[in-house]
């Protein structure tokens, strides 16, 4: 699997947004397992990410996978 990640200047400063692409990028090598094999994820960081803790990005990912994965099995 791999994946790639949009984080635009409305996240924040270049400092907010290379920590939060840095979160997003340890919270999904914790989700590889759950991808079928040769998936290609692009993340894209809402504004509210800049401000949003460790635990938010982590469920709003979980969420987000969840929407995407429906039904799939692993």
Same mark, same amino acid.
């Given at each position: 699997m791999r994946a790639g990640f949009v984080v635009s200047k409305a996240v924040?400063?270049?400092v907010v947004r290379n920590r939060v692409q840095r979160r997003l990028r340890h919270l999904i090598r914790a989700r590889l397992f759950r991808m =079928? =094999?040769?998936?290609l994820v692009v993340v894209r960081a809402l504004p509210g990410a800049g401000t949003a803790g460790h635990e938010q990005l982590a469920r709003d990912l979980d969420a987000a996978l969840e929407r995407l994965l429906g039904g799939v099995r692993q």
């Open positions: 924040g400063n270049a =079928p =094999p040769g998936s």
